[in-house]
C-alpha cells in the first residue's frame, strides 16, 4: 500500500527525528540590540504575576538574521526586565519571526509569544539600521552608525521567562493551569561593534510598545551569536492572576473565543 503521509509514524522515524535535532550546528544570527530604560510603572503595569520588576526598568529590543541552511529566518523580541524570585532575567512581550516553523515551535513547546511579521537589518559601510514591523506599522526602528568594535563576551546563560497556556474550548479562561517557564540561552559572541543612533518606536494598536517610551538610552549593539536554549517548567501559576494580560499575546483577543459556526467542518 502507498504510504499515508497522515498515518502514525514508526518509533524509528521518531527517534531519528530528535537524533537529527539534538545535532544541529551553531547557527550564527546577525543581529542589533538596543537597550534603554523606560518607566518604572510602565514596566511593572506589563508583568504578570508572579514576575516582579528589577531595579532598573530596562527594555532591550533584539533584531536578527539568522543563518539557517537553506534559507533565511528574520527573528526578533522586545522584552521587559523582570525577576523570579532570586532570578533575574528578561519578559518578552512580542517577538516577530518570518517563518511559521520558527513561530509554532516557540509558542507550542516554550509559550514564546511569537506572531509573524517582517524583520529587517541592514548595513551599508557603518550605516545599520534594523525594524520590527507588523501590519504594515515598522513599530521598532533601531538607526546609527558603527562606532568602533567592542571586547568579545564571555560565553554566559541568560534567562527569558514565558507563561505557556491553552485558552479553553468554552471560552472560560483556560483549559488547564497555566505554567511558567525558564528559559535559558547559552550565547556565544563572536564579533561585537557600539553603535552611535537612536531607537524609534512608532504607534501601533497590535504591538503598542510606544507605551514603553526610551527615557534613557543605555547601548545599541550590532554583532554576531550563536545560541542553544533549554526551557523548563517552575512552576504552575494562577489563572485567575494571569487572565488579564491574556491579551498580550494575540492581536484581538477575542479571537480566544472564536469557535467553528455551526454545521462547518
Request: charged share 25%; aromatic share 6%; hydrophobic share 40%.
Amino acid at each position: 500500500m502507498t504510504r499515508v503521509r497522515y498515518g502514525a509514524r514508526t518509533e524509528q522515524e521518531i527517534a531519528a527525528a530528535r537524533s537529527a535535532n539534538a545535532k544541529l550546528p551553531d547557527i550564527w544570527s546577525t543581529g542589533v540590540v538596543a537597550v534603554w530604560e523606560t518607566d518604572p510603572d510602565v514596566v511593572a503595569a506589563v508583568l504578570p504575576p508572579p514576575l516582579k520588576p528589577v531595579e532598573r526598568p530596562l527594555v532591550r529590543v533584539n533584531i536578527s538574521q539568522v543563518d539557517l541552511p537553506g534559507y533565511p529566518l528574520g527573528a526578533g523580541s522586545v522584552a521587559v526586565a523582570a525577576a523570579h524570585g532570586d532570578q533575574q532575567g528578561w519578559y518578552p512581550l512580542v517577538m516577530p519571526m518570518t517563518m511559521e516553523r520558527a513561530l509554532t515551535g516557540g509558542r507550542e513547546v516554550f509559550g514564546e509569544p511569537k506572531k509573524l511579521g517582517e524583520v529587517t537589518v541592514e548595513r551599508e559601510g557603518l550605516v545599520v539600521r534594523a525594524a520590527l514591523a507588523r501590519h504594515g506599522i515598522a513599530f521598532v526602528e533601531v538607526r546609527g552608525a558603527v562606532a568602533g568594535p567592542l571586547p568579545l563576551p564571555e560565553p554566559a546563560d541568560k534567562t527569558d521567562f514565558y507563561f505557556k497556556f491553552l485558552p479553553a474550548v468554552d471560552g472560560s479562561g483556560f483549559d488547564d493551569e497555566p505554567v511558567l517557564v525558564h528559559c535559558v540561552r547559552h550565547e556565544k559572541v563572536r564579533k561585537l561593534e557600539a553603535i552611535t543612533g537612536d531607537v524609534v518606536l512608532r504607534e501601533s494598536m497590535y504591538d503598542p510598545v510606544a507605551d514603553l517610551p526610551v527615557r534613557r538610552l543605555v547601548e545599541i549593539t550590532v554583532g554576531e551569536k550563536t545560541t542553544d536554549q533549554r526551557g523548563r517548567v517552575v512552576e504552575r501559576v494562577s489563572a485567575e492572576a494571569l487572565l488579564p494580560y491574556i491579551h498580550q499575546r494575540y492581536d484581538d483577543p477575542r479571537q480566544i473565543l472564536d469557535g467553528p459556526p455551526e454545521g462547518s467542518v
